[in-house]
């Protein structure tokens, strides 16, 4: 059955008439903690008049108790340090300082933003910031980040450039769902025009980054040197290309629907597609069925011409069990007449890991960690493990060939080869299975057979893997 639009989704935010003032923000803030039980408030705080502006704001809103009387504003500033500028240091002090005259809680995190091959700087450091944020924004808290109308237009124009379809073209949203809270934009429909003015009329002070004078960015040549230009001869062109990614915004809702239902009809209970079904779909219906698949399981998207080659592959109706699409840290894998996701391992089936049983165990290599738990027969669970297994030194180890099992309830060993056969485990996952060992006997296939010889009812261990924390999606 296919994921169902979360709860957490909120519906489309409709721009604001109120002009740049607290009242108008209290009004907003309002509204979202109202709708999404939000209680604090995390401010993305550069230092830079934008993020300047905003703090001020929520510092008029706080001294004035009837603009907050009906939400909770509990407020605190993070100012992220990229450590890629000499000044950053010198900015982090600025931000304090502003903090501690306006007597919000302050805190300032040191980050990596050093791009990595292939990544663009701004790519990298926008992933070290906001992997930073979703370590802070926990449920009921909503991080707020000073992006502009100005801001909306030139992502759209970035997103247009490099051919992205209606998701890219809807740019930022005014609010989504953040780690575990929210992420809100409210000065999204605001000019950064009349952020400027804002900040003269009140004599703010902030911080100037030289880096973005330097055209060589994306964002900051469009900016200086295309936008101008575009303004000139249509000056309502802000307005009107954030008009068009509420438009796109709305598409993209569209289409997502219709993933969800063509998803109901392909997806598996091992959360695999159905080919056959596939197939059946209009090629462009099932280009949009497998991005949303991609996107609600946090693989990041494949080009066009990638996905185009998988298609084509697809319709070719082989039964080729190798076939292997990857990109990034995702690779497409078929098996019979599915599809799976998986993420790329760096998995030596060769290693042993000693073990003795009581703590949980990081299995690095697959991104998991495995414990065994206290557990009990019921009417779904058949066999347990005897609980003297946590006195027996164990190794967990992977297959190589030949290993033998007596499934616990059924008569005689059988070979791995052919029970992964029988329950149609797909052959890249066989030797990922993590193999539990007593000395040189082989005590569970985890997550499929006990052995017989170390199987009980009543009470016991159960051998339980999941993901590790580092590596969830």
């Known amino acids: 059955m296919a994921t169902t639009p979360s709860s957490r989704t909120p519906q489309q935010v409709e721009p604001s008439d109120n002009k740049l003032s607290a009242p108008g923000l209290a009004l907003q803030l309002s509204q979202l903690a109202q709708q999404y039980t939000i209680t604090d408030w995390c401010l993305a705080y550069s230092g830079g008049v934008d993020s300047q502006v905003l703090l ?82 926990q449920p009921g808290m909503c991080l707020l980040t000073a992006q502009h109308q100005d801001d909306q237009a030139e992502t759209v124009l970035i997103q247009l450039l490099r051919g992205a379809g209606a998701a890219g073209l809807s740019a930022m949203p005014e609010l989504c769902a953040f780690a575990e809270g929210w992420h809100a934009r409210p000065l999204l ?21 030289p880096s973005n004078q330097l055209t060589h960015y994306d964002r900051n040549f469009l900016r200086q040197q295309i936008m101008p230009e575009l303004q000139q001869r249509w000056p309502a062109l802000n307005k009107t290309l954030g008009r068009f990614a509420r438009q796109q915004a709305e598409n993209n809702a569209l289409l997502e629907e219709l993933a969800l239902i063509d998803l109901d009809t392909l997806l598996q209970t091992d959360d695999s597609i159905e080919l056959n079904t596939l197939r059946q779909l209009t090629s462009a219906r099932a280009r949009n069925a497998l991005r949303y698949w991609f996107k609600t399981r946090h693989a990041s998207m494949p080009s066009s011409a990638l996905l185009a080659q998988l298609l084509q592959q697809i319709q070719a109706d082989s039964h080729d069990n190798h076939l292997c699409i990857s990109w990034g840290d995702n690779e497409l894998r078929r098996f019979r007449d599915a599809l799976y996701l998986c993420k790329v391992l760096n998995h030596d089936p060769l290693q042993v890991i000693e073990w003795n049983g009581r703590q949980s165990v990081e299995l690095p290599s697959l991104g998991k960690t495995l414990e065994l738990v206290q557990a009990q027969t019921t009417a779904d669970i058949t066999y347990v493990l005897k609980a003297e297994l946590l006195d027996t030194p164990l190794s967990i180890r992977f297959r190589q060939g030949g290993e033998r099992i007596q499934p616990a309830g059924r008569q005689g060993h059988r070979d791995l080869k052919k029970l992964f056969q029988e329950a149609a485990v797909p052959e890249w996952q066989r030797e990922r299975i993590p193999l539990l060992y007593a000395g040189d006997q082989l005590v569970a296939v985890v997550g499929y057979w006990l052995a017989e010889e170390w199987a009980c009812k009543g009470q016991g261990v159960l051998p339980s893997i999941r993901d590790s924390v580092a590596n969830r999606r």
């Open 56 to 137: 001020h704001l929520l510092y008029q809103i706080q001294q004035q108790p009837e603009l907050h009387s009906s939400f909770q504003l509990n407020l605190r500033a993070v100012y992220i340090d990229h450590q890629l500028q000499a000044e950053s240091s010198v900015w982090a002090e600025h931000c304090a300082q502003q903090c501690a005259a306006f007597n919000i809680p302050f805190q300032s995190i040191a980050v990596d933003a050093r791009a990595r091959s292939g990544e663009s700087p701004e790519a990298a450091a926008r992933a070290a910031r906001y992997g930073a944020f979703k370590n802070i924004i």
């Open 189 to 209: 429909h605001i000019s950064q025009q009349a952020i400027h003015t804002y900040a003269q009329q009140h004599q703010l002070k902030w911080v100037e980054d």
